[in-house]
């Protein structure tokens, strides 16, 4: 069992930035993806960024170029600088820990995030 804890959410105004942070404990595993996703009130659950233990990245189109996805290995923690906010980042941000090739998967209780003056 993986446990993830997420914190660094907030209220900032747009155009400015956040750092969300996610520590994993227990058996994450050597080959798995860490992935931040976030819902927004009255829509589905969408991916923002995701890495890979090889450290491969992904990002949704809506943040790319604003949004960075990293990782302290020794820490078990995965970070996401979130600059340039807008309000339409305004959400509940959630970490996920996934073992690649496997059904087993874990997520955090969410950081909220919002962008507004």
């Known amino acids: 069992q993986v446990q993830l804890v997420e914190s660094g959410g907030g209220l900032v105004q747009p155009g400015g930035s956040l750092r969300l942070s996610c520590g994993a404990s227990?058996?994450?595993?050597?080959?798995?993806?860490m992935a931040w996703y976030r819902q927004a009130p009255d829509n589905e659950r969408e991916l923002v960024a995701s890495i890979t233990s090889l450290g491969r990245t992904n990002y949704a189109d809506s943040v790319k170029g604003r949004f960075t996805i990293s990782r302290d290995n020794a820490k078990n923690t995965i970070y996401l600088q979130m600059n340039s906010l807008k309000p339409e980042d305004t959400a509940v941000y959630y970490c996920?820990?996934?073992?690649?090739?496997?059904?087993?998967?874990?997520w955090g209780k969410g950081t909220l995030v919002t962008v507004s003056s």
């Open positions: 996920k820990w996934e073992r690649m090739f496997t059904t087993m998967n874990s």
């Open positions: 227990g058996s994450i595993g050597s080959i798995y993806v």
